[in-house]
């Protein structure tokens, strides 16, 4: 039986070529976007992850589809020109031979709380895990943002990919590419990763925005189907 949408209280089939594609009726939620699940640049390889079976069994529905499109899109974005070249780069620099990436379609619950001091004060800061590297496996996992508390949440509101994509897949995917390269020290890692992703939006941010535009207003035409506000 296939999985339904509700939205505004009402419960009802997919009829658009987007809902569709968020619910595709085969029993492992395939991707509905042909061509798009692996893409390889020189040295630094990115997959995009099926939408795993518990999903539709433990998440509100609305919510795997948000997610199914706001990860598609972020891997989109990972395969950007402007990005390639410069994870291409990176990995050069590091002395990286291939860089596996995956990019997983549910958001981690692990989190780590971190004290932070900022204008003289102390600050707890919570953080849900935004990549990992699986040194085992020598592979890179990129996580979407946790953005319901619950995963029987219905999303409601709009969500910025632009800001997430630059702000944390970008950044987490440099951060775990100097974890894979021997920095094993989360300080020594997080200060390395801000300075390669200073230099990213030095010399390649520009680019960026143009070549993102097209997926910005997917997103966006996405949230309206959805009826995000």
Known sequence: MPLLWTHNGKTRHPKTVLEVGFYNTNHQLRDFTQGLVESTMKRVSIRLAEIPEFAREEYHPNQVAFY?????????????PSVAEFMDK????????TVEVRVLRMPSSRRSANLVQKEGKTHLVIEYRKGLFRRRRSLI??????????????PRERAG???????ASIRALIHEMLHQSGVHDETEAKRQADQH???FRRTHLSRFEQEFKPILQEWKKAEKEMGLR
Request: no cysteine.
């Open 141 to 154: 996992d990129i996580y979407p943002d946790l953005l319901w508390a619950s995963r029987l949440t219905e």
């Open 161 to 167: 990919i632009r800001g997430f994509v630059l702000n």
């Open 197 to 199: 992703y200073k230099e």
């Open 90 to 97: 990176l990995a050069e620099t590091l002395n990286l031979q």
């Open 68 to 80: 199914s499109k706001f990860t598609e899109l972020t891997f989109r974005a990972l395969n950007l």
